[in-house]
Nanobody, 122 residues
Framework: VQLQASGGGLVQAGGSLRLSCADSSRTFSTVSMGWFRQAPGKEREFVAAISWSGGDTYYADSVKGRFTISRDNAKNTVYLQVNSLKPEDTAVYYC????????????????WGQGTQVTVSS
């Protein structure tokens, strides 16, 4: 498995989690990474992306100011700090690797992890 996400769990509204995604590929430090989520009965949606160097980030409006994406290229790991969680944030969160150095477009993400469940209770 190339991408292994972890860190999900059950939290109360207003709580925080730190999601991690370890990438076993040799190209991690050269490509953009992203987080997506899929709630029950809904389509997968973009959450956040970070460029190969970490110098650029981009967020969906629904999470801006609450979520922070970061990466450690020495550890081949991308993170998503999720704060001020809301029940509507409940979803399976997936990390993905792009085939380019920087992208926010779903079509550019071609390698996906297995997902980690985040459940927010009200």
């Amino acid at each position: 498995v190339q991408l292994q996400a972890s860190g999900g769990g059950l939290v109360q509204a207003g709580g925080s989690l730190r999601l991690s995604c370890a990438d076993s590929s040799r190209t991690f430090s050269t490509v953009s990474m992203g987080w997506f989520r899929q709630a029950p009965g809904k389509e997968r949606e973009f959450v956040a992306a970070i460029s190969w160097s970490g110098g650029d980030t981009y967020y969906a409006d629904s999470v801006k100011g609450r979520f922070t994406i970061s990466r450690d290229n020495a550890k081949n790991t991308v993170y998503l700090q999720v704060n001020s969680l809301k029940p509507e944030d409940t979803a399976v969160y997936y990390c993905a690797a792009a085939r380019v150095r920087w992208s926010v477009y779903d079509a550019d993400f071609n390698s996906w992890g297995q997902g980690t469940q985040v459940t927010v209770s009200s």
